[in-house]
């Protein structure tokens, strides 16, 4: 069974850092993976979608990449904002065990950017 | 930019009653899902909807729960007596097709309150 688990939990950082979000999988057996951001209370917004056969996806100040027999994934912040403090969400899309509809999600990176 | 939109925003109800929640998917989209988020735990699959069938769904989509697309525009899921447990955030979510690389758009969700 697919498990995706992401640390850290929550992160607290200054205005400007460069940052790094980890997001790791059990089961390489995947489609794709997708990064998404959720405000306090609030839907997801997907930020970046990788397919298994990609290494890496770039919008703006966001970089994902991808190591997929290893079962990783990094999602890297340039120029932290406090604009960017929320939680940040990886899920898997998994091939094995499912009929390739369902995303399968971490438990998220709790991210504090202060001024 | 077209985006899926979700109603209510917050639903309070009594334990052991029905609910219906709704969701208005991306207008040429032709694959739904619903999705759920206890508070302080994973986002969870529901299941997924394709030509007004149930494609796939998880052990928590029980016979309490049913989806339906009683028009061209909306997408439903009902709880037919709801439980203390089903308190949580329900998100839908609606895609183009069902290929496994593609992204699925996810809306801004309804929190259900059982009391």
């Known amino acids: 069974k697919q498990e995706v688990t992401q640390i850290p939990a929550a992160l607290s950082v200054p205005e400007g850092e460069n940052l790094v979000l980890n997001c790791s999988f059990t089961d390489s057996a995947i489609y794709n993976l997708q990064w998404f951001r959720q405000d306090p209370g609030k839907g997801l917004t997907s930020l970046l979608l990788i397919q298994s056969s990609q290494r890496e996806q770039t919008s703006g100040r966001l970089n994902a990449s991808l190591d997929k027999s290893s079962g990783r994934s990094t999602l890297y912040i340039a120029a932290s904002q406090p604009g960017d403090s929320a939680t940040y969400l990886c899920a898997v899309r998994p091939k094995r065990n499912t009929g390739f509809q369902k995303l399968v999600f971490g438990t998220g990176t709790r991210l504090l950017v202060s001024p | 930019e077209p985006e899926v939109t979700q109603t209510p925003s917050h639903q309070v109800t009594q334990m052991g009653q029905e609910v219906i929640l709704r969701c208005v998917p991306i207008s040429n989209h032709l694959y739904f899902y619903w999705y759920r988020q206890i508070l302080g735990q994973k986002v969870e699959f529901l299941v997924s909807?394709?030509?007004?069938?149930?494609?796939?769904k998880s052990e928590i989509f029980d016979d309490q729960f049913s989806v339906e697309r009683p028009d061209g525009s909306n997408f439903t899921l009902k709880i037919r007596s709801t439980k203390l447990e089903d308190s949580a955030m329900y998100f839908c979510a609606s895609a183009t097709t069902g290929q496994p690389n593609n992204e699925q758009f996810f809306g801004p969700g309804t929190r259900l309150t059982v009391l």
């Open positions: 909807f394709y030509n007004n069938e149930i494609s796939e």
